[in-house]
């Protein structure tokens, strides 16, 4: 008989196939030697914006009412419903990755203001974006601060050409090896720890007010723009900047709390498209896969959404 666990995934992934067909016989059963089953991956597709988005994180425009809306972030070890909702929309364009997230809090808390503070200990989202051979964590807190890092696989430091480059020479870069899962197969990480995208874009809207919990809020919205100029350490198999239609990248999307629902929930404050069944966002076979569609999304004039409301489900 399956889990609670898997079956609580499975529906998620089910639910979704619809706006995120399945990949191709080719994406088998991830090893075993991850926490993650192959089939508990939630796949999303990302189709093309037809207009330039504002980066201003009100997510007011057709284009973040038309695109495919992310299942509901899950419980990160677990797999579980959460206390709020969480959802994301992933869109593109030829020099642009697009994301807006829509973050259910009904007290919206956050302390750093200086760029890359530990945003970790405030309430926070992340987005990860990951290349065969490095992978890029951003996080942002509802000031708007953000926090970002560079990892490298040691193994391919030398192998893959970043070596050769100033940026990410030995120097700058420090070992990490995970947070929960540091028996990875592929060995430790290097990570480049004052990296910072070059040209991104973020905004953040707050539908509430910041630190003060007289009154109640309904959370807040992010809105994010990664130039694809900015990934070439991230294609460094070779793939197509932007990509070509049926391109799929793994991208993780994940929101941390500073507060846990009570007991009995099983509530481990990090919440995930995908769950890792693991303490760690660091395991890039865990991340969602992401495929790139040239489908334009519709565009309709549609009045403004609202946070999603809290549900079941």
């Known amino acids: 008989m399956a889990s609670p666990r898997r079956l609580s995934s499975l529906l998620v992934v089910l639910a979704f196939s619809s706006l995120a067909p399945r990949l191709p016989a080719q994406t088998t059963n991830t090893p075993a030697a991850f926490p993650c089953a192959d089939f508990d991956i ?53 020099l642009n990755l697009y994301l807006g997230i829509r973050v259910e809090e009904p007290f919206v808390h956050a302390k750093f203001t200086q760029v890359n503070a530990p945003i970790y200990e405030d309430n926070d989202i992340e987005v990860f974006i990951a290349g065969p051979d490095a992978y890029y964590e951003f996080e942002l807190n509802a000031f708007n601060t953000p926090y970002e890092v560079f990892f490298i696989w040691d193994e391919a430091w030398e192998r893959t050409g970043f070596s050769k480059a100033p940026e ?23 990570g480049h720890f004052d990296w910072h995208f070059p040209n991104k874009q973020t905004a953040v809207f707050v539908d509430g007010t910041i630190n003060n919990d007289t009154d109640r809020d309904r959370g807040w919205t992010v809105e994010l723009a990664f130039p694809w100029a900015g990934m070439k350490w991230l294609a460094t198999d070779g793939r197509a900047l932007p990509p ?10 994940s929101r941390f709390n ?9 509530d481990s404050g990090g919440w ?13 076979e865990c991340f969602p896969y992401v495929r790139f569609s040239t489908n334009s999304v519709a565009e309709t004039e549609l009045p403004p959404a609202a946070l999603p409301v809290r549900s079941g489900n």
Do not use: C, M
């Not at 990410?168 to 290097?190: D, E, I, K």
């Not at 070509?244 to 999307?253: A, E, F, M």
């Not at 500073?258 to 099983?266: F, G």
């Not at 995930?272 to 069944?277: D, E, G, K, M, P």
């Open 42 to 94: 939630v796949r999303y597709t990302a189709h093309r914006a037809p207009v330039t988005p504002k980066i201003d994180g009100r997510l007011d425009e057709a284009i973040w009412h038309q695109a495919p809306l992310s299942p509901r972030y899950v419980d990160l070890i677990s797999g579980g419903p959460t206390l709020h909702a969480t959802h994301a929309t992933i869109v593109w364009d030829e």
């Open 168 to 190: 990410f020479a030995r120097g700058h870069l420090r070992p990490f090896n995970g947070v929960g899962f540091t028996t990875h197969p592929r060995g430790p990480r290097l």
């Open 244 to 253: 070509k239609h049926g391109d799929v990248w793994r991208i993780d999307l």
């Open 258 to 266: 500073t507060y846990k629902e009570a007991a009995p929930a099983r």
């Open 272 to 284: 995930a498209l995908s769950a890792h069944h693991v303490w760690d966002s660091h395991i890039p």
